[in-house]
T-cell receptor
Framework: EPEVTQTPSHQVTQMGQEVILRCVPISNHLYFYWYRQILGQKVEFLVSFYNNEISEKSEIFDDQFSVERPDGSNFTLKIRSTKLEDSAMYFC??????????FGQGTRLTVV | QQQVKQSPQSLIVQKGGISIINCAYENTAFDYFPWYQQFPGKGPALLIAIRPDVSEKKEGRFTISFNKSAKQFSLHIMDSQPGDSATYFCAAEGGNDMRFGAGTRLTVKP
């Protein structure tokens, strides 16, 4: 069964450092999303990506965040200068059209 | 602005009982309403979904009721089991926008 894979599963980084979270969406999917979830709380929308550009982003997705689909298979989330409050689970998701989204297992980001 | 409001925040139900979780949305452009189930340490996984052309969808013990005029939808879990204990998120999707409710932590007591 196709699945969304995320790497790494856990990332520890120093405050102020840049991190890149990687995702491999399901191959024929067209829409890609990043969400974050702080300690089992609500799932917060960060950004959606379609046709090689950002289509929606939330107020959380400020200038320190960026997304890229560099090679047609990977979908990355970059946080330029991490803050303590960026510590969370980050989930990547993909969907074919306006249908079910499949989520990866998440990357736990810990900023120290 | 909270685009999808979900209640209750937590729910405790006895085994065999009915669990009901409610959601309301604001954006009338949303046209796909999934419910996700999340176990600790895992990503959300689709449980059941509905489109606004029907008022109810049932899959096994899980039923979505949808009220388009009120912009509300709910998840009913019949004959709740301890294995249903998880966090449930409603979502609303339209085009390339998908927003989640705040989640409901369901505990089913044996």
């Amino acid at each position: 069964e196709p699945e969304v894979t995320q790497t790494p599963s856990h990332q520890v980084t120093q405050m102020g450092q840049e991190v890149i979270l990687r995702c491999v969406p399901i191959s024929n999917h067209l829409y890609f999303y990043w969400y974050r979830q702080i300690l089992g709380q609500k799932v917060e929308f960060l950004v959606s990506f379609y046709n090689n550009e950002i289509s929606e982003k939330s107020e959380i997705f400020d200038d320190q965040f960026s997304v890229e689909r560099p090679d047609g298979s990977n979908f990355t989330l970059k946080i330029r200068s991490t803050k303590l409050e960026d510590s969370a689970m980050y989930f990547c998701a993909s969907s074919y059209m306006n249908t079910e989204a499949f989520f990866g297992q998440g990357t736990r980001l810990t900023v120290v | 602005q909270q685009q999808v409001k979900q209640s209750p925040q937590s729910l405790i139900v006895q085994k065999g009982g009915i669990s009901i979780i409610n959601c309301a949305y604001e954006n009338t452009a949303f046209d796909y309403f999934p419910w996700y189930q999340q176990f600790p340490g895992k990503g959300p996984a689709l449980l059941i979904a509905i489109r606004p052309d029907v008022s109810e969808k049932k899959e096994g013990r899980f039923t979505i009721s949808f009220n388009k005029s009120a912009k509300q939808f709910s998840l009913h879990i019949m004959d709740s089991q301890p294995g249903d204990s998880a966090t449930y998120f409603c979502a609303a999707e339209g085009g390339n926008d998908m927003r989640f409710g705040a989640g409901t932590r369901l505990t089913v007591k044996p």
